[in-house]
């Protein structure tokens, strides 16, 4: 059976937290509405638009949910064509990805983004024709719901008991926890480590360099 690491995106492998803050306040300004701050928007990176729009605006209904989503949207595509999206990899993210591979891993994203917006983001980094399987928010209901884990698993050839997923929110720990998989927490992104812990991850990484000895000490081996 494959082994298979899962990784978040937004505050995981990139470092997108100022450039979705800005989106955010600019979709919010447009509605006439005054963005939460910047403390707040970002315990919502990592859920479906639709979902985080919710949690930030739960005073108004569905439709509008949904107008602010796309809004956001049109924000992140405008800033993205006047080269304005800056989505650094964390340093060592390029290093672990190299480590795991060559040791056999399987590698996959599971994403509150776009198809789009994933593919833009890894394109950038030269980095997707490395993940045996892409999983979005175009595709799948939102964090925590498990249905991307079950369909990287399915893509990957992998087992619950071989898959270890990594990320930096409850949403990405509990996702992996209603799939039967394994979670390592990352503390460089947007939730703290006592809530990764809380909500089921085994462990949390200080930094990516963790994250290579915490899988090899967590996963069966085929």
């Not at 800005?22 to 447009?30: C, G, N, Y």
């Not at 190299?98 to 994203?109: F, I, K, N, Q, S």
């Not at 024709?129 to 498990?146: C, G, I, M, N, Y």
Request: contains cysteine; aromatic residues 6%; hydrophobic residues 45%.
């Amino acid at each position: 059976m494959n082994r298979l690491a899962i990784f978040d995106c937004d505050g995981t492998l990139v470092d997108s937290g100022a450039t979705i803050f800005a989106a955010l306040s600019e979709a919010f300004d447009k509605h006439g509405r005054a963005v939460p701050p910047a403390h707040v928007s970002r315990r919502v990176i990592g859920l479906s638009l639709v979902e985080a729009m919710a949690a930030l605006a739960p005073e108004s209904c569905t439709e509008e949910h949904r107008e602010l989503a796309e809004t956001y949207k049109g924000c992140f595509i405008e800033a993205r064509a006047a080269g304005r999206v800056e989505e650094p990899l964390f340093p060592g993210i390029a290093e672990l990805l190299d480590g795991l591979e060559a040791d056999g891993w399987l590698l996959a994203v599971a994403t509150g983004k776009s198809d789009r917006g994933l593919r833009h983001c890894l394109d950038c980094h030269s980095l997707a024709e490395r993940f045996v399987s892409l999983q979005t928010a175009d595709r799948h209901p939102s964090k925590p719901h498990p249905s991307m884990v079950h369909q990287a698993i399915a893509d990957a050839g992998a087992a619950p008991k071989t898959t270890v997923v990594i990320g930096d929110t409850v949403f990405d720990v509990e996702m992996a926890v209603a799939a039967g998989a394994k979670a390592i927490g990352v503390d460089w992104g947007y939730h703290d480590a006592a809530e990764l812990i809380a909500a089921g991850a085994m462990a949390v990484a200080e930094q990516p360099g963790d994250i290579y000895d915490l899988m090899q000490a967590m996963v069966v081996r085929a």
